[in-house]
Nanobody, 124 residues
């Protein structure tokens, strides 16, 4: 069992930066693929980025490539999402998710554990 808690969201102006954190409980978290998803009002939850348990492989949605960076510190049981050059269209609730497989899945149904989400609002 893994419990995930996101933090780091907030209000930022366009062009600004934020770093989201996903803190996990559970001794085996380091063996989980971890992803970030987001959901804007009236839209479906969409994939943002994912990272393997070792941090050796990463995957990004096309709309965040070059702006967002996913990383993890297994010693701290934490996964990060560094967001740069934020745009108003990045406004959403951001969720951390994890699964025990090895694939850098972009599908929501592939993930077994979810956090409660953290709000990111980018003003123009």
């Amino acid at each position: 069992q893994v419990q995930l808690v996101e933090s780091g969201g907030g209000l930022v102006q366009a062009g600004g930066s934020l770093r989201l954190s996903c803190a996990a409980s559970g001794r085996t978290f380091s063996r989980y693929v971890t992803g970030w998803f987001r959901q804007a009002p009236g839209k479906e939850r969409e994939f943002v980025a994912a990272i393997t348990w070792s941090g050796g492989r990463r995957r990004y949605a096309d709309f965040v490539k070059g702006r967002f960076t996913i990383s993890r510190d297994n010693a701290k049981n934490t996964v990060y999402l560094q967001m740069e050059s934020l745009k108003p269209e990045d406004t959403a609730v951001y969720y951390c998710a994890a699964h025990q497989g090895v694939a850098l899945s972009s599908g929501r149904n592939e993930y077994d554990y979810w956090g409660q989400g953290t709000q990111v609002t980018v003003s123009s």
